[in-house]
């Protein structure tokens, strides 16, 4: 066990390494990301900030809790795309045959899909989040205190776990349809509409979807909601941050036996 | 002792049939006919510590789908494969330690970075002590000169360069068989000696078992004592070069140079090509010698000078593909 852990680190220690040399290996293509990207987010949030001046608040939340909401949601967007953008493009993966080499390897196949290469062009994602949230933060009196820290961390571990896992589970589509089919733009859509507004300006049937068959709830509407003292028809106060923690776990498990029942099915690419 | 053990090695797979035009795409979705297509047959075979396997066979024919189930890229459809005695498609992770894998199409190295960073990540995949990586290197580079491009990014090296870089990256954990698919396809004859003498030295110093496919005449004739030749997932032939040769080729032809046009018949030689003053003849060792032969043309007609051609590893070839009936 301790010396898998060990394995495991070293090797992702490696991907990390090799991620960054890329990186600088091209250089221009990283500052171009860096200049469009976080205006795709800053634009977002100028509607935002638009709707707000027009109609007073969204479903009773005001300006500044939205943001924190906002700029919470583009954080653990940020994360996903760093470490999980992969499910994106599995169909790519499947049709070229790249698991060819993954399961030629002695690891994890799931792990090596995942972290053969960062995406560190999702770093230009995290700067928009993070002025935004901070912003919010601001406006809602947010104190950065040690129990409010561990909860943040929670929540943005779970939140990328549950993205990363229905990338993953929708991605693994392609083991079945065997055909190339781009799911980042509907899964970024779902995930925009569904996590940087709040929930509850959605009809009951919806919402009930989101906290409990596709958590999606738990990236960032409950626990947001939670931390700025917003009740919500969420139980057990002071436990969203767990929950969160929880329903990420619980995503990406269901998205690896999905992922690993397709991979049954995989049948390589010809020459 | 049998390093891989294939036993009744079978994969189908199933092809959904498509109807023609809207009608028949319409008529798909709701009723899905699917055709099985058997990709490898039945396929039993041993292969013994140590040795150099060819494998050969058109394309299509069930190669590569052979050696991926061999090496855990595919699960068989039933059957099964053993390395080292375990089997592949329940211990993947232990199995594949102990493998060394080079698609000549494709590139496990990174693109981007300097060769030497694929080979730390190597050195980390694979859990490869200090001492035996170093040691390791030093063997490769003695045999591929691999330190002369280990600092050059693996897009500026040349064909056979990443090839000689694939392949140290294959061999660094030290696995004890070598799966190579079409090792030198592409190269120029620098680079396809280099390759084979890659081959033969570990082989040779470190006992690799050694399984390639290819296309290659040169690469049979030079590396492989046993060759085993699949046709449409079937295995038709296998055993050593020499055996296979006089088994489905047992023919010899001899070339005649004549003084004029006119060539001399015989009837126990077939005569396959006549232009100008050449004339070559086929006959099967088992019906006259070719000192006979040679004696009975030229005592009927004058010969200016004579040749012998053994079978070719063209001629086994084109006979395993299309079966023994075809005329040659």
Same mark, same amino acid.
Request: aromatic share 12%; proline share 3%.
């Given at each position: 066990?301790l010396?898998?852990?060990?394995?495991? =680190?070293?090797?992702?220690?490696?991907?990390l390494?090799?991620?960054?040399l890329?990186?600088?290996?091209?250089p221009?293509?990283?500052?171009?990301?860096?200049?469009?990207?976080?205006?795709?987010?800053?634009?977002?949030?100028a509607?935002?900030q638009?709707?707000?001046?027009?109609?007073?608040?969204?479903?009773?939340?005001n300006?500044?809790? !939205?943001?924190?909401?906002?700029?919470?949601? *583009?954080?653990?967007?940020?994360l996903?795309?760093?470490?999980?953008?992969?499910?994106?493009?599995?169909?790519?993966?499947?049709?070229?045959?790249?698991?060819?080499? $993954?399961?030629?390897?002695?690891?994890s196949?799931?792990?090596?899909?995942?972290?053969?290469?960062?995406?560190?062009?999702?770093?230009?994602?995290l700067?928009?989040?993070?002025?935004?949230?901070?912003?919010?933060?601001?406006?809602v009196?947010?104190?950065?205190n !040690?129990r409010?820290?561990?909860?943040?961390?929670?929540?943005?571990?779970g939140?990328?776990?549950?993205?990363?896992?229905?990338?993953?589970?929708?991605?693994?589509?392609?083991?079945?349809s065997?055909?190339?089919?781009?799911?980042?733009?509907?899964?970024?859509?779902?995930?925009d +509409?569904?996590?940087?507004?709040?929930?509850?300006? $959605?009809?009951e049937?919806?919402q009930?979807?989101l906290t409990?068959?596709?958590?999606?709830?738990w990236?960032?509407?409950?626990p947001? /909601?939670?931390l700025?003292?917003?009740?919500?028809?969420?139980?057990?106060p002071?436990?969203?941050?767990?929950?969160?923690?929880?329903a990420?776990?619980?995503?990406?498990?269901?998205a690896?036996?999905?992922?690993y029942?397709?991979?049954?099915?995989y &049948?390589?690419?010809?020459? | 002792m049998a390093?891989?053990?294939?036993?009744?090695?079978?994969?189908?797979y +199933?092809?959904?049939?498509k109807? +023609?035009?809207?009608?028949?795409a319409?008529?798909?979705?709701f009723v899905?006919?699917?055709?099985?297509?058997h990709?490898?047959?039945?396929?039993?075979?041993?292969?013994?510590?140590?040795?150099?396997v /060819?494998?050969?066979?058109?394309?299509?024919?069930?190669?590569?789908?052979?050696?991926?189930m061999?090496s855990?890229?595919?699960?068989?459809?039933?059957?099964?494969?053993l390395?080292?005695? +375990?089997d592949?498609?329940?211990?993947?992770?232990?199995v594949?330690?102990?493998?060394?894998?080079?698609?000549?199409?494709?590139?496990?190295?990174?693109?981007? !970075?300097?060769?030497? @960073?694929?080979?730390?990540?190597?050195?980390?995949?694979?859990?490869?002590?200090?001492?035996? $990586?170093k &040691?390791?290197?030093?063997?490769?580079?003695?045999?591929?000169?691999?330190?002369?491009?280990?600092?050059?990014?693996?897009?500026?090296?040349?064909?056979?360069?990443?090839?000689?870089?694939?392949?140290?990256?294959?061999?660094?954990?030290?696995?004890?068989?070598?799966f !190579?698919?079409e090792? =030198?396809i592409?190269?120029?004859?620098?680079?396809k000696?280099?390759?084979?003498?890659?081959?033969?030295?570990?082989?040779?110093?470190?006992?690799?078992?050694? *399984?390639?496919t290819?296309?290659?005449?040169?690469?049979?004739?030079e590396l492989?004592?046993?060759?085993?030749?699949?046709?449409?997932?079937?295995l038709m032939?296998?055993?050593?070069?020499?055996?296979?040769? @006089?088994?489905? /080729?047992?023919f010899?032809?001899?070339?005649v140079?004549?003084?004029?046009?006119?060539?001399?018949?015989?009837p126990?030689?077939?005569?396959?090509?006549? &232009?100008g003053?050449?004339?070559?003849?086929?006959?099967?060792?088992?019906?006259?010698?070719a000192?006979?032969?040679?004696?009975?043309i030229?005592?009927?007609?004058?010969?200016k000078?004579?040749s *012998?051609?053994e079978?070719s590893?063209?001629?086994?070839?084109?006979i395993?593909?299309?079966?023994?009936?075809?005329?040659?």
């Amino acid at each position: 066990m301790l010396s898998g852990i060990r394995h495991y =680190t070293s090797v992702t220690l490696a991907y990390l390494k090799l991620s960054i040399l890329t990186v600088f290996e091209y250089p221009a293509n990283m500052i171009g990301w860096l200049i469009s990207n976080p205006l795709q987010f800053i634009v977002g949030f100028a509607t935002i900030q638009f709707v707000v001046k027009e109609f007073g608040d969204i479903a009773g939340w005001n300006y500044g809790q !939205l943001a924190f909401l906002y700029g919470l949601a *583009i954080i653990s967007h940020a994360l996903s795309m760093i470490f999980f953008v992969q499910g994106w493009f599995m169909g790519y993966s499947v049709i070229e045959g790249d698991f060819d080499r $993954y399961l030629l390897r002695p690891m994890s196949v799931l792990y090596q899909f995942c972290f053969t290469q960062f995406n560190l062009i999702g770093i230009t994602d995290l700067i928009p989040g993070l002025c935004v949230f901070i912003y919010g933060c601001i406006q809602v009196g947010f104190v950065f205190n !040690l129990r409010n820290i561990l909860a943040l961390v929670a929540i943005l571990v779970g939140a990328t776990f549950i993205r990363g896992g229905v990338y993953i589970a929708i991605g693994s589509s392609s083991f079945w349809s065997k055909s190339i089919v781009d799911f980042g733009g509907y899964t970024q859509e779902l995930f925009d +509409k569904t996590t940087m507004y709040p929930l509850s300006m $959605y009809p009951e049937s919806v919402q009930f979807i989101l906290t409990f068959i596709i958590p999606i709830g738990w990236v960032s509407f409950y626990p947001a /909601a939670e931390l700025m003292g917003i009740s919500t028809d969420a139980f057990m106060p002071g436990a969203a941050p767990l929950i969160s923690l929880g329903a990420g776990a619980l995503v990406f498990a269901v998205a690896s036996v999905v992922f690993y029942a397709g991979l049954k099915k995989y &049948e390589s690419a010809g020459n | 002792m049998a390093v891989i053990e294939v036993k009744n090695l079978t994969k189908d797979y +199933k092809v959904n049939k498509k109807g +023609k035009g809207l009608g028949g795409a319409i008529k798909n979705l709701f009723v899905r006919e699917k055709t099985i297509v058997h990709a490898v047959k039945d396929l039993s075979f041993t292969i013994e510590k140590g040795e150099i396997v /060819a494998f050969i066979g058109p394309n299509g024919a069930g190669k590569s789908t052979t050696v991926k189930m061999m090496s855990g890229i595919l699960n068989p459809t039933s059957g099964q494969v053993l390395v080292n005695g +375990k089997d592949v498609a329940k211990k993947r992770k232990e199995v594949v330690m102990d493998l060394g894998v080079v698609f000549g199409q494709r590139t496990q190295l990174n693109w981007d !970075l300097r060769l030497g @960073e694929s080979f730390e990540l190597m050195k980390r995949i694979y859990q490869i002590p200090d001492e035996r $990586y170093k &040691e390791n290197l030093k063997v490769m580079d003695d045999i591929l000169g691999i330190n002369e491009i280990i600092d050059i990014p693996v897009r500026q090296l040349s064909l056979g360069q990443r090839m000689r870089g694939d392949l140290v990256a294959a061999m660094l954990h030290s696995p004890s068989v070598l799966f !190579l698919d079409e090792p =030198t396809i592409g190269l120029d004859v620098d680079g396809k000696y280099a390759i084979r003498k890659f081959i033969k030295e570990i082989n040779r110093v470190k006992g690799t078992t050694v *399984i390639l496919t290819t296309h290659d005449l040169g690469d049979i004739q030079e590396l492989c004592e046993r060759l085993i030749i699949i046709n449409n997932g079937e295995l038709m032939e296998d055993g050593p070069l020499q055996e296979v040769t @006089e088994r489905i /080729a047992p023919f010899k032809t001899l070339v005649v140079e004549f003084y004029d046009g006119e060539a001399g018949v015989h009837p126990k030689a077939e005569l396959f090509y006549h &232009e100008g003053n050449i004339a070559k003849y086929r006959f099967r060792k088992a019906d006259i010698t070719a000192a006979q032969l040679i004696e009975e043309i030229s005592s009927a007609k004058e010969i200016k000078d004579v040749s *012998i051609e053994e079978a070719s590893i063209d001629d086994i070839i084109r006979i395993a593909y299309h079966g023994s009936n075809e005329k040659i």
